[in-house]
């Protein structure tokens, strides 16, 4: 009896090992196929005089309304122009305005557009036409008289 139960013992060790090994190779294998997909590459880098293929699919400018000089305040504008203490003139502060009206919308358009003491190039609105800039300020000073 004791031979029996010896080899059950040591087959049952036998079975677990290799259900053990079958899965640690199992997880390798995976891990393998998920290391080369997430490795693979996502272009090309073309050099001069190599042959570009043309884009499978065509590329279309969206056309939009001008945005108003209100909605570019309130997404862009207001996070600095809204808080005293950050150095931008605040929105209905005759005080911090007053000087910049004086300079005329054309001088406050180039200031924005290049960027003034903290306020960096276009703002926060770096996808804003002048148009829409000039309308922000506008917007700005109407509020602010």
Not at 66 to 87: D, F, Q, W
Not at 113 to 124: D, E, F, L, Q, Y
Request: with cysteine; net charge neutral; hydrophobic share 40%.
């Amino acid at each position: 009896m004791s031979i029996n139960k010896s080899f059950l013992f040591l087959s049952f060790v036998f079975l677990i090992n290799t259900f053990f090994l079958s899965n640690v190779a199992l997880a390798t294998h995976e891990s393998k196929k998920t290391i080369n997909k997430l490795t693979a590459p996502v272009g090309k880098i073309y050099q001069k005089g190599d042959n570009i293929p043309k884009p499978a699919v065509a590329v279309v400018a969206e056309v939009s309304e001008p945005r108003s000089g209100e909605s570019i305040y309130t997404s862009k504008c207001a996070m600095c122009h809204a808080s005293v203490g950050l150095g931008a003139p605040v929105l209905g502060n005759v005080e911090d305005w007053a000087p910049r009206t004086a300079k005329g919308i054309d001088t406050l358009l180039a200031n924005a557009k290049s960027g003034i003491n903290a306020m960096p190039p276009m703002g926060m609105c770096t996808d804003c036409s002048d148009d829409e800039l000039k309308s922000t300020i506008e917007h700005m000073l109407s509020k602010s008289q």
